[in-house]
């Protein structure tokens, strides 16, 4: 504790149509909801679960491109193709999408159309450095609470599918363990859960437990979720932290 991590962090945007550019603003409303989620500073943390906490790392848009040169930490490219699905394509310029800047020194995050009613997706950490990061459609990218005219699309309207991404790409499962309850999420303080809620019923028991349906790394509606726990963040700096292999961001 006491050591504060900031992820520099590059958003390529990549649109078929005015409203998938989504504005500076929308971006920006993004990166507040991120850090104001990992440092627990959400308006709507509150005291249900004890094991909620700060996970101190944040987040900023780069200021310096991978030449040096100052940047925004925004790119844009408009493109032909109406929707990308999930085989990352949009994470080479090759095949018309943008190839990652240095994935060792920053986040990539692409927000293009994903299709499929996929909401988002994101590379666990390990895996190859030419797709690595995370993908948003823009609908889900930003916050409807901090900002008007967004293109934005509820019950995921605040964010938190990117606070769910970035969670994946810290090295976080989903808080189910995606099976029964005999198979785990690798974090101790998360009760064990069957399967994913969706919506917000913080009443749902399963595995002889009460669901952290609050938890980030659920199913549930943007404005149910509001915390990542003392074991998820051990779990995340794990990767960030002196021997980790995402040390290097
Ligand atoms: N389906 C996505 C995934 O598994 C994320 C769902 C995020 N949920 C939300 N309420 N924003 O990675
Ligand atoms: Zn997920
Ligand atoms: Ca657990």
Excluded at 12 to 39: C, G, K, M, P, T
Excluded at 60 to 87: E, F, Q, Y
Excluded at 201 to 215: E, G, I, L, P, R
Aim: one cysteine or more.
């Amino acid at each position: 504790t006491g050591n504060i991590i900031t992820i520099p962090v590059v958003v390529h945007v990549i649109y078929n149509n005015s409203q998938e550019n989504i504005s500076d603003a929308q971006i920006q409303s993004q990166l507040d909801v991120l850090n104001e989620d990992f440092r627990r500073t959400n308006a709507d943390a509150d005291n249900r679960w004890s094991q909620a906490v700060d996970t101190e790392i944040q987040f900023c848009l780069a200021t310096v491109d991978p030449n040096g040169n100052a940047t925004t930490g925004i790119t844009r490219k408009s493109s032909t193709r109406t929707a990308w699905g999930t085989n990352d394509a949009m994470k080479s310029t090759a095949q018309g999408g943008v190839s990652p800047w240095n994935t060792s020194e920053y986040l990539n995050m692409w927000v293009c159309n994903i299709g499929g009613g996929i909401l988002g997706y994101a590379q666990f950490p390990g895996g190859s450095a030419a797709t690595d990061g995370v993908v948003m459609s823009p609908q889900y990218f930003g916050s409807s609470a901090k900002g008007s005219g967004f293109y934005l699309s509820a019950p995921f309207d605040l964010g938190r599918t990117t606070t769910h991404e970035v969670g994946h790409y810290l090295n976080l499962r989903h808080i189910w363990g995606d099976g029964g309850c005999g198979v785990d999420d690798f974090v101790s303080d998360t009760p064990t859960s069957d399967g994913p809620n969706y919506g917000c019923d913080t009443t749902h028991v399963s595995c002889a437990s009460t669901d952290m349906v609050q938890n980030y790394m659920d199913y549930s509606d943007d404005s149910c979720m509001n915390l990542y726990t003392a074991g998820q963040k051990a779990r995340m700096r794990a990767v960030l932290d002196v021997g980790g292999v995402r040390r290097s961001l």
